[in-house]
């Protein structure tokens, strides 16, 4: 069976299916064999880079390492990047997301596997781990200053693996507001000690960020009409407090909220559209003048595409641009990408 290349499923690279998964807990992995063959006859079998560096944190300065193909003894599998590290090649799949079973190895005595499913690729048992916490678990978590609740965050993550762990940054919160990138524009910024105090957070912990320059201006929305933004509260991201109370995880989470006819993008047919406003800040004073602030009308932009994709790129003082969704202009306008910007705050 030969496949597009686009099409990175395992079935489609050989891997043959179990007849059916064994039940969670339910006895020793039983063997597999998958009837690719003797590893001498498949010389499109790619090799494993088992324990060679990779980037995993989407959190790190570098774009994480998406999964691969790989290739054990003739086996066509997937390794995955875990730790800054590539894994084994898993090459046995499975059918149920998410269900797991007892390692059979006597010193694996205690550990599952979980059923992994990876974008591209079909389901397949990953590694023997300990089982530390159940994938989706919640925790509350509170802003130490304001005593308010900021909301219920995922505590409890799966890497690609399928290894569960603790999430250490549940309650930690970046200042990440969006930017809108017109084509053949990238985001840079300045660090300017005269310049106005401005809490890019709204919570008074970062009242001196880094400033993106005028080519990639602020999305915003001038909440009480004064014709200025005035904080945090007024951009897109983390300073922005849902309808729920609690505040949005970043810049994407703050602007889906508005999707009011829920199509998966900002468009004129959603209620707050005509709030929407772009900020460029022309003298990087940040302060708002009047003719820096400017509806989306005014650039042609007619669509704020929400489903976002991460892409890092951070510069030498530590502010990261990270995730990135496309905006469409009409006839004669300015199309690009809205990214939201991680700030390095003084």
């Given at each position: 069976?030969?496949?597009?290349?686009?099409?990175?499923s395992?079935?489609?690279?050989?891997?043959?299916?179990?007849?059916?998964?064994p039940?969670?807990?339910?006895?020793?992995?039983?063997?597999?064999?998958?009837?690719?063959?003797?590893p001498?006859?498949n010389?499109?079998?790619p090799?494993?880079?088992?324990?060679?560096?990779?980037?995993?944190?989407?959190?790190?300065?570098?774009?994480?390492d998406e999964?691969?193909?790989?290739g054990?003894d003739?086996?066509?599998?997937?390794?995955?990047?875990v730790?800054?590290?590539w894994s084994?090649?898993?090459?046995?799949?499975?059918?149920?997301?998410g269900?797991?079973?007892?390692?059979g190895?006597?010193?694996?005595?205690g550990?599952?596997?979980?059923?992994?499913?990876l974008d591209?690729?079909d389901?397949?048992w990953?590694?023997?781990?300990?089982?530390i916490c159940?994938?989706?678990?919640?925790?509350?978590?509170v802003?130490?200053?304001?005593?308010?609740?900021l909301?219920?965050f995922v505590?409890?993550?799966?890497?690609?693996a399928g290894?569960s762990?603790i999430?250490?940054?549940?309650?930690?919160?970046?200042?990440?507001?969006?930017?809108l990138?017109?084509a053949g524009?990238t985001?840079?910024?300045?660090?300017?000690a005269?310049?106005?105090?401005?809490?890019a957070?709204?919570?008074?912990?970062?009242?001196?960020p880094?400033w993106?320059?005028?080519?990639t201006?602020?999305?915003?929305?001038d909440?009480?009409r004064s014709?200025?933004?005035?904080?945090?509260h007024?951009?897109?991201?983390?300073?922005?407090?849902?309808?729920?109370?609690?505040y949005?995880?970043?810049?994407?989470?703050?602007?889906g909220?508005?999707?009011s006819?829920?199509?998966g993008?900002i468009?004129?047919a959603?209620?707050?559209?005509?709030?929407?406003?772009?900020?460029a800040?022309?003298?990087?004073?940040?302060r708002?003048s009047?003719?820096?602030?400017?509806p989306?009308?005014?650039?042609?932009?007619?669509?704020?595409a929400?489903?976002?994709r991460?892409?890092?790129?951070?510069?030498a003082?530590g502010?990261?641009?990270?995730?990135?969704?496309?905006?469409s202009?009409?006839?004669?306008?300015?199309?690009?990408?809205l990214?939201?910007?991680?700030?390095?705050?003084d």
């Open positions: 069976m030969r496949c597009a290349p686009w099409l990175l395992l079935a489609c690279l050989g891997l043959a299916a179990c007849d059916a998964d039940a969670p807990n339910d006895g020793p992995a039983p063997t597999f064999d998958s009837g690719v063959g003797d001498n006859e010389a499109d079998v090799g494993s880079h088992e324990g060679d560096r990779c980037v995993s944190d989407i959190l790190s300065y570098e774009t994480p999964p691969q193909i790989c054990d003739g086996l066509l599998g997937v390794e995955v990047c730790d800054d590290a084994r090649c898993f090459t046995e799949p499975c059918k149920q997301p269900a797991t079973r007892p390692c190895a006597d010193e694996s005595a550990m599952i596997q979980r059923c992994v499913e591209g690729f389901p397949f990953g590694e023997c781990a300990e089982d159940e994938p989706g678990e919640t925790i509350r978590c802003d130490e200053f304001e005593g308010t609740v909301g219920e505590n409890c993550l799966t890497d690609p290894a762990y999430n250490p940054n549940a309650c930690d919160f970046d200042t990440t507001p969006l930017v990138a017109f524009t985001p840079t910024f300045t660090a300017e005269t310049a106005a105090a401005f809490d957070g709204s919570r008074g912990r970062c009242e001196a880094d993106p320059t005028a080519a201006p602020w999305l915003a929305r909440l009480d014709g200025t933004i005035d904080g945090g007024e951009l897109f991201g983390s300073g922005t407090r849902l309808a729920d109370g609690t949005a995880a970043h810049g994407f989470a703050a602007l909220a508005l999707d006819d829920g199509d993008a468009t004129p959603d209620a707050a559209w005509s709030e929407l406003v772009v900020w800040d022309a003298d990087a004073d940040r708002t009047g003719w820096e602030l400017l989306l009308a005014a650039y042609g932009i007619d669509a704020l929400i489903d976002f991460v892409d890092v790129d951070c510069d003082r502010n990261c641009s990270r995730e990135r969704a496309p905006f202009a009409g006839a004669g306008g300015l199309a690009g990408e990214v939201d910007v991680h700030l390095v705050c």
